[in-house]
């Protein structure tokens, strides 16, 4: 299993083969493991990543510790479950673990309606404009029988909508930008912009390459005798 942390940028439109297809950009990475759970210690295996940067002073100090480990300031912090292979805390997880053609699922934050009635919540379709229904359009009607005199659990009513969490299967990535750590992935992502994702994918999970650092040319060392011949000789100086 391989996965990501991104945040959804918002929707666009791209063409393949005259065909045009709706598409949620997404940025997602680069993550850094911060924490590799086992079931000895922990009693589950999981990897812990780390995504986005925030001041230090914003931080509480036991965070500040936990993610010292990974030389890291980040802003959030998801788990994901998984066994640990040959992963280690400071790798690096950007959006060349992914393929174009993986089918992947994306879990996210609805956008909060706020309190809502069953026709919007739920889809009813209100009563009848006639025949004495006034100003009943858009309520619920009845809600129990007489005979139990109480509310059944579960009952569709007017409540609370949006603001949880809804996971969207079956999506599949239609291209990637490894410069930018932008992935285009087919259909609709729920959330707002900027809103928090979690993308998790089947296949393997691999580490991003660190660039190599190129090395300094080394610079021939003096023998200890030059150096002293040099201090001893003292500089001229003109007093005309």
Not at 77 to 100: A, M, P, Q
Not at 172 to 186: H, R, S, T, Y
Not at 187 to 209: D, P, Q
């Amino acid at each position: 299993m391989k996965f990501i942390i991104g945040k959804k940028i918002d929707m666009t439109q791209v063409w393949q083969n005259d065909q045009v297809i709706a598409v949620t950009r997404v940025q997602a990475g680069p993550c850094t493991i911060v924490q590799l759970k086992n079931k000895d210690n922990d009693g589950y295996e999981a990897v812990q990543l780390s995504y986005g940067e925030q001041k230090e002073k914003k931080i509480k100090k036991p965070q500040l510790g936990h993610l010292k480990k990974a030389n890291v300031k980040a802003k959030y912090l998801r788990e994901f479950r998984n066994t640990i292979n040959s992963l280690n805390v400071g790798d690096k997880i950007d959006v060349s673990t992914f393929v174009i053609g993986d089918k992947i699922k994306v879990k996210a934050t609805s956008k909060g309606k706020g309190f809502q009635g069953v026709v919007r919540r739920h889809g009813f379709s209100g009563q009848k404009k006639t025949h004495g229904h006034k100003d009943q359009l858009r309520m619920p009607g009845s809600i129990g029988a007489t005979g139990p005199q109480h509310v059944f659990k579960g009952l569709r009513m007017a409540g609370r909508m949006g603001g949880g969490q809804v996971t969207t299967q079956n999506l599949e990535v239609i291209d990637i930008d490894k410069d930018k750590n932008i992935l285009l992935i087919k259909g609709a992502i729920s959330g707002a912009r900027n809103g928090l994702v979690l993308i998790i994918g089947n296949g393997e999970l691999k580490v991003a390459e660190q660039p190599k650092v190129a090395e300094q040319p080394k610079v021939e060392e003096q023998s200890v005798e030059a150096l002293l011949e040099v201090s001893e000789i003292s500089p001229t100086v003109d007093n005309k």
